[in-house]
């Protein structure tokens, strides 16, 4: 496997609070992507970088940030947490883009 | 807009029944093609990646095709069994998208013993 590792794995917090999530691989890899699933909708991908201080935004971005300092560390922030951003949120990464994604194991976020 | 869409949304099995998956999308510009699946709770497992000047790729029991003219692909699962069960999603990468993948909705598969 992968060495991608997504912390932390399970929150729950309130409307209005900020929350940052945390992907870190072991793999060298230049891109990495953050995706949400949930029911009927599938995943979708919220934010990408393609290199390290290199971001651009995915189909849901609305309502995220994120940031990559590193290349081990993908950090996505939700500014205010709302109830429309429970989701189940997984982090992925591919050498070059083109290859195949290698994906986290997720982390349930429940905002209340 | 690239759209995925994946038929049926489930599917039920006896054990030891050969099937296959079906996966189309809209715009055949493509960079490639890739087969995941994920188990209950847990994250995606890239099973087969189909480059789009392939017709197909192999791993085991399992054979993935592309149709790139047409817009489809299938994931053929041999001899099947209990522990296939899991959602198996198909996901593109369009050319000119930065390589970001456009995933189906999955399909449910359920083996029964």
Redesign the interface.
């Known amino acids: 496997d992968a060495g991608i590792t997504q912390s932390p794995r399970h929150k729950v917090t309130e409307t209005g609070t900020p929350v940052t999530l945390r992907c870190h691989q072991t793999e060298n890899h230049r891109y990495m992507y953050w995706y949400r699933q949930d029911p009927g909708h599938g995943l979708r991908l919220i934010h990408y970088s393609y290199g390290v201080k290199d971001t651009d935004k995915g189909e849901v971005s609305d309502g995220y940030s994120v940031s990559r300092s590193k290349t081990e560390d993908f950090l996505l922030t939700l500014e205010s947490a709302t109830s429309s951003q429970t989701s189940v949120y997984f982090c992925a990464i591919s050498e070059r883009g083109v290859e195949t994604q290698y994906f986290g194991p997720g982390t349930r976020l429940l905002v209340l | 807009k690239q759209e995925v869409t994946q038929i049926p949304a489930a599917l039920s099995v006896p054990e030891g029944e050969n099937l296959v998956l079906n996966c189309s999308f809209t715009d055949s510009a493509i ?2 093609l ?1 087969w ?1 699946r994920q188990d209950p709770g ?5 099973l087969l ?1 189909i480059q789009s000047s392939q017709r197909e790729q192999t791993s085991g029991r399992l054979n993935a095709s592309l149709d790139k003219s047409s817009g489809r692909s299938t994931l053929y699962i041999a001899a099947s069994q209990p522990g296939d069960s899991a959602t198996y ?1 198909c ?1 593109v ?1 369009l050319t000119g998208s ?4 456009t ?4 399909t449910l598969l359920t083996v029964n013993p």
Do not use: E, H, P, V
């Not at chain 2, 847990?42 to 890239?46: A, D, W």
């Open positions: 960079y490639n890739q995941f847990k994250g995606l497992t890239s990646l999603l996901a990468i930065n390589y970001k993948l995933f189906g909705k999955g």
